[in-house]
């Protein structure tokens, strides 16, 4: 039998999109891919991400470039410094300048319209409001929105043949959960990068929030760290 259940997947290449992309092939899912070279400060993730959908074996895997880089105000795309060796509780009281302005929305637009052209009606992306770092695109209010949003803003969907869901499996989960629940899929995250200020070689960090979340979460998890450290 043909398989017609499509899903358009955001994958950075990092812990959590790779999660939700096994989560997805888990549900019987045909995977179309779909990463960003948005003028981030490195291409390690994009690297990251090739890998996972190799491992995957997903339909396709899209590439599509976004240039940020010109408008910035986010560390990640601008010249301006990533906070290091921060406490969990400290990253959540303000939204950090890692933030990339409206990323999530521009990256969840493009998902969409591939997925209208695909006939696909189900985007999957990997936010979590729990461990998020207090970035306001990854709450459950934004997402809800966005869905409204697509659901009135396409051709296939005013036309009545069908309706576009936005899938945040991760969204309650805890960093620890959402390894184990990763790990029970056979999700291998040695392959995978979060880090935001990696090494020219690609080594993580170890001290940036993202990195800092990783680590912490393997450790509750229990689930041995696979991630490359830089010495310190």
Not at 66 to 78: E, Q, R
Not at 201 to 220: M, Q, V
């Amino acid at each position: 039998m043909i398989n017609t259940k499509k899903a358009v997947v955001l994958s950075s290449g990092g812990l959590d999109s790779t999660t939700v992309l096994a989560m997805a092939k888990s549900q019987g899912y045909e995977l179309y891919n779909l990463s960003f070279s948005y003028g981030q400060r490195h291409d390690v993730e994009l690297q990251a991400a090739q890998k996972v959908a190799a491992a995957m074996g997903v339909k396709r895997h899209l590439v599509s470039r976004v240039d940020l880089k010109p408008i910035g105000g986010s560390a990640l795309t601008d010249d301006i410094a990533v906070p290091k060796n921060r406490r969990e509780s400290d990253m959540a009281e303000a939204i950090p300048v890692t933030y990339v302005p409206a990323r999530n929305t521009i990256f969840l637009s493009y998902a969409l319209a591939w997925a209208e052209v695909l006939g696909a009606w189900d985007i999957f992306i990997g936010v979590n409001a729990i461990d998020y770092s207090g970035y306001p695109d990854c709450r459950p209010e934004y997402i809800q929105a966005f869905e409204t949003m697509a659901n009135l803003a396409t051709q296939t969907a005013v036309e009545g043949k069908g309706r576009f869901r936005i899938h945040t499996p991760l969204i309650d989960m805890t960093k620890a959960q959402i390894i184990l629940a990763g790990n029970a899929l056979g999700v291998d995250y040695g392959i995978t990068h979060s880090c935001y200020d990696p090494t020219p070689e690609g080594l993580a960090c170890g001290s940036c929030d993202s990195c800092i979340l990783r680590k912490n979460g393997f450790a509750e998890a229990g689930i041995a760290d696979p991630t490359r450290y830089a010495p310190r």
